[in-house]
């Protein structure tokens, strides 16, 4: 799976407002549709308050944090699957991410237009699905035609592996033909194997993003009831997805302000403790499979980037591939340990620093210590 996230909804609904801030990188922003013809891409900083504590006590000389990719793909709209709007291109940069951001506009301002003239949460996310769901009909007949000629082949394992496919295929069809979501379906693994090679857009797994309006924000925050927010969450919870609410025009003001004072005084405006952007960066860590171990020392503080059971070795790749070649043994112990303790002495005093080998399942919030011989 990549290791990015597309941003994607209908024209004028905030995504290029959200990855600006995002981003801190300020992207094309219009009000008129397809103004992101081609994808902005943003390389953005997972907030961690552990890699925060880390820095406090070892005072390195710098402090690296993990990164996750965002791209803000254009506004889709009805039609996209079959080229409306310069769709089609569109849609092969979707098929390219892990995981999809779907921004809907939860707001209403009658100085930003909607592609249909009115608000309407549901109406907006069974439009995306749609024309996602249509796109991977397309991509589901060429699949189905490739298996079908493999059946009249001697080998008999490729037909026995088409057999599969096709029922796989068939089991998924009625699922697009019905706008619906391959990523809401039960598939197992071996299921999800026989279709790699399709890149199904609706099977990636998706975010809901409310960009909502300060007043909408406030009641949010303070627990009440905003019937465009309602609406997200209850489609959103029919295929198991997450929600994050975001005022994407106060996020992007936020990022404008330099001095932290002043930055803490907007938040509490909203009633916030931190920008809400940061829910929406770790849900996208989360979804992505991604978990987080950090190196610390004088030198430096780092937050390192792995897929969820990945072993020792393969966290010793990801800062060389020397590391894992000729990797020996792990130092370990866990963020809360230096945070309670205060110094690696203690903790080995205390008996919580450990050795560990080849099989070790790293943890998320592990400090990690390589031992290696090439």
Known sequence: MALNCGIVGLPNVGKSTIFSA?????????????????????????????????????????????????VDISGLKKGSSQGEGLGNQFLSHIREVGVIAHIVRCF????????????????????????????????????????????????????????????????????????????SMRINDEEKALI???????????IYVCNVDEKGMKAVVSGGNVPYVDAV???????????????????????????????????????????ALSNLIHASYDLLGLRTFFTAGEDECRAWTI?????????????????????????????DDIFNYGTEAKIKEAGKYRLEGKDYVVKDGDVMFFKFNV
């Open 22 to 70: 995002l981003s801190s990188t300020p992207a094309e922003a219009a009000n008129y549709p397809f103004s992101t013809i081609v994808p902005n891409i943003g390389i953005v900083d997972v907030p961690d308050t552990r890699l925060a504590k880390l820095s406090e006590i070892f005072k390195p000389k710098r402090t690296i944090a993990a990164t996750v990719e965002f």
């Open 307 to 335: 897929r969820a059971g990945d072993t020792a070795p393969k966290a010793a790749g990801v800062i060389h591939t020397d590391f894992e070649k000729g990797f020996i043994k792990a130092e370990v112990y866990i963020c």
């Open 108 to 183: 209403d301002d009658p100085d930003v237009v909607h592609v249909s003239d009115r608000i309407d949460p549901e109406s907006d996310i069974e439009v995306i699905n749609i024309e996602l769901a249509l796109a991977d009909l397309a991509t589901l007949a060429k699949r189905r035609e490739r298996a079908e000629k493999a059946l009249k082949v001697q080998n008999k394992i490729e037909q026995k592996n088409a057999e599969a496919v096709l029922g796989i295929l068939e089991k998924i069809n009625p699922v697009l033909e019905d706008g619906k979501l391959i990523h």
């Open 233 to 275: 969450k209850k489609q959103a919870a029919a295929v198991g997805s997450p929600v994050v609410v975001i005022c994407g025009k106060f996020e992007a003001e936020l990022c404008a302000i330099d001095d932290p004072s002043e930055k803490t005084a907007f938040l509490e405006e909203l009633g916030l403790r931190e920008p």
């Open 196 to 206: 790699y090679d399709c890149h199904f857009i609706t099977a990636k797994p998706q």
